[in-house]
C-alpha cells in the first residue's frame, strides 16, 4: 500500500520545496511577501485587462477548484491547452479557449498576433525561456519553460491578467499559505487543488452557452455606447 502512495507523497514533498525556495529567495532578494489576500499579479509583472470577464468562465474552461487565482493557456511543454492554479498543468478541451479568445470583445486585448503562445503557436524548434524570477529558475522540478503566456483570472475580482508562464508559477508560489497546501489531490500523474478530480469531464452545454450569451451582450451594449 506504501508503494501506490509514493509518487503521491514525493510529487507533494517537491511542490512544496519548490515553494519554500521561491518563498526563501524572496526574502533574500529583500522583497517582503505580503499577506496571500492582499497579493496581486502586477507585483511578477502582470498586466491587466480591459474587457468583462464571462460569469463562471473558468468552469466552461474545465476549471471546478476554488482557488481565488487560476491560469489558462498552452503549456510549452506539452502543448496542450490546460488551466493551473498553483499545482501541476490540468489539460483541457481547447475549442471553447479558442473562440472565447477570438471573441470580438476579447481579440482586441488578447491578438494573437501579440500573444501567438495563447492560441496554441509556438515557435519552430521550441527554444528555451531565459532563466528569470526570484529563484533562478522558470519551472517547478527543474523544468524550464519556452516563453509562453496565460490568461490570469482573480475569480474574486473577476479581473483577467495576461502574463509570461514562468511570471504566473513565480506568483501562484508567493501567493500559497504558509501553513497549509492547497494542491492535495494527485490524479493520473497530476497535482491538483480539490474539485479537478473529474478534469475529463466537459463543462455542460448550457454553461458554455451563458458564456457566449454574456460575451455577445456586451458586443451590443459597446455597439449601443457608440451609437
Given at each position: 500500500m506504501r508503494a501506490l502512495h509514493s509518487p503521491r507523497l514525493a510529487t507533494c514533498k517537491a511542490h512544496r520545496r519548490f515553494v519554500a525556495g521561491i518563498k526563501i529567495a524572496a526574502r533574500k532578494s529583500g522583497r517582503q511577501i505580503p499577506d496571500p489576500g492582499g497579493l496581486s499579479p502586477t507585483m511578477v509583472g502582470a498586466q491587466r485587462l480591459g474587457f468583462p470577464v464571462p460569469p463562471r468562465l473558468e468552469e466552461a474552461l474545465g476549471y471546478r477548484g476554488t482557488l481565488r487565482?487560476?491560469?489558462?493557456?498552452?503549456?510549452?511543454?506539452?502543448?496542450?491547452?490546460?488551466?493551473?492554479?498553483?499545482?501541476?498543468?490540468?489539460?483541457?478541451?481547447?475549442?471553447?479557449?479558442?473562440?472565447?479568445?477570438r471573441h470580438p470583445i476579447v481579440a482586441p486585448h488578447l491578438p494573437e498576433d501579440g500573444y501567438p503562445t495563447l492560441y496554441g503557436v509556438f515557435a519552430a524548434g521550441g527554444g528555451l525561456a531565459p532563466q528569470k524570477g526570484l529563484g533562478g529558475s522558470n519551472t517547478r522540478r527543474g523544468e524550464r519553460l519556452e516563453p509562453a503566456h496565460c490568461l490570469l483570472l482573480d475569480r474574486e475580482e473577476r479581473q483577467p491578467y495576461v502574463c509570461q508562464k514562468d511570471e504566473a508559477v513565480l506568483f501562484f508560489a508567493l501567493i500559497e499559505p504558509e501553513d497549509a497546501d492547497p494542491h492535495s489531490v494527485f490524479v493520473d500523474?497530476?497535482?491538483?487543488?480539490?474539485?479537478?478530480?473529474?478534469?475529463?469531464?466537459p463543462a455542460p452545454i448550457e454553461l458554455t452557452k451563458q458564456v457566449w450569451l454574456f460575451l455577445d451582450d456586451q458586443v451590443a451594449i459597446t455597439r449601443g455606447l457608440a451609437t
Open positions: 487565482f487560476v491560469g489558462f493557456g498552452f503549456s510549452p511543454r506539452t502543448r496542450k491547452f490546460g488551466f493551473c492554479d498553483g499545482g501541476d498543468d490540468i489539460p483541457s478541451d481547447q475549442d471553447l479557449w479558442l473562440q472565447f479568445l500523474g497530476l497535482l491538483m487543488s480539490p474539485g479537478n478530480e473529474d478534469y475529463k469531464v
